[in-house]
């Protein structure tokens, strides 16, 4: 699985830099908002100074070593949302990455017309909800370019067709804060032209 992948590399890319007992602080932020391209609400993951803003069904408060993500078995949202999270501010305490969180909602509008017209001419296969303005094909392999969503991380039927994506060797792109972390530590394309 994608998520499990982007956890190896993590633990590669941090080994001997003691990484691994630095605190991950999870929080409810209620007055932000989430990613256009997201359900949920707000959750704060903080790791090394650096803070994570991604979209969870359920955002909780916790805390817990960096280490414990390495053997986490991430079989339900809520564990994958932490994962996701964990990624994004670990990579960007790692300076894997610059965008932690989702754009100001005044680039709502902006986002998603570059978005459509980085797709013009394409067959587009999206896997999560449905992306307005982007011409849609039915079956991944009629793809020329794969989007996720950041709701797909979720789910595993999501997660599966992100995988068959994966092995068909599809152009993959990763949709908003909840995949920087994955997209930056698995060298992928990612997609968040306004986030912060």
């Known amino acids: 699985m994608i998520l499990h992948d982007a956890i190896v590399r993590l633990r590669?890319?941090?080994t001997g830099a003691g990484c691994e007992d630095g605190d991950l602080r999870y929080a409810p932020l209620p007055a932000h908002h989430v990613c256009r391209y997201c359900r949920g609400r707000c959750?704060?993951?903080?790791y090394g100074g650096r803070v994570a803003e991604i979209s969870s069904p359920?955002?909780?408060?916790?805390?817990?070593?960096l280490e414990h993500l390495f053997d986490a078995p991430l079989k339900s949202e809520k564990t994958r949302a932490a994962a996701a999270g964990a990624l994004t501010t670990a990579a960007g305490f790692l300076m894997l990455t610059r965008k932690l969180a989702p754009c100001p909602t005044v680039n709502f509008d902006d986002?998603?017309?570059e978005l459509v017209a980085r797709c013009v001419g394409q067959q587009v296969?999206?896997?999560g909800d449905d992306i307005p303005g982007v011409r849609q094909t039915l079956f991944v392999e009629e793809?020329?370019?794969?989007?996720?969503?950041g709701d797909a991380l979720l789910t595993d039927d999501c997660l599966e067709e992100v995988e068959e994506a994966r092995s068909l060797g599809k152009e993959i792109l990763l949709l908003g804060p909840e995949w920087a972390g994955t997209a930056a530590l698995l060298g992928m394309k990612h997609w968040c032209p306004y986030g912060t």
């Open 12 to 14: 590669e890319v941090s």
């Open 58 to 65: 359920e955002p909780f408060s916790a805390r817990m070593l």
């Open 125 to 127: 296969y999206v896997i």
């Open 111 to 113: 986002c998603l017309e």
């Open 43 to 46: 959750l704060g993951v903080e």
């Open 143 to 149: 793809a020329d370019l794969v989007i996720a969503t």
